[in-house]
Nanobody, 124 residues
Framework: QVPLVESGGGLVQAGGSLRLSCASS????????MGWFRQAPWKGREFVAA????????YYADSVKGRFTISKDNAKNTVYLQMNSLKPEDTAVYLC?????????????????WGQGTQVTVSS
């Protein structure tokens, strides 16, 4: 298992920015492709973005393309999600996840390890 801990969530006004972090103290994240998902109340878990093991490849949901940026610092064993131009519909619990192979897909079943999530609330 890959222990993952998210941080950086909070309350922000529409149009604002937040940067989420996902760190692992138990495994080196350079061996894993990483993803961010989100889950709003009464909704399923929605794919947001993914990044390859080396951080050379990324993949985004259409709903966040151009506003969110996923990045990975393997030296710090941390994955980031920079979120700009936030909208109320971005409100959700954001979770990071790890998988051992890279593919530009949004399938949450590809991911075997998950963090507990961090709450992001965007007010209008």
């Amino acid at each position: 298992q890959v222990p993952l801990v998210e941080s950086g969530g909070g309350l922000v006004q529409a149009g604002g920015s937040l940067r989420l972090s996902c760190a692992s103290s138990g495994r080196t994240l350079s061996a894993y492709a990483m993803g961010w998902f989100r889950q709003a109340p009464w909704k399923g878990r929605e794919f947001v973005a993914a990044i390859s093991q080396s951080a050379g490849l990324t993949y985004y949901a259409d709903s966040v393309k151009g506003r969110f940026t996923i990045s990975k610092d393997n030296a710090k064993n941390t994955v980031y999600l920079q979120m700009n131009s936030l909208k109320p519909e971005d409100t959700a619990v954001y979770l990071c996840a790890a998988k051992t192979t890279w593919a530009p897909t949004a399938n949450r079943n590809d991911y075997g390890d998950w963090g507990q999530g961090t709450q992001v609330t965007v007010s209008s």
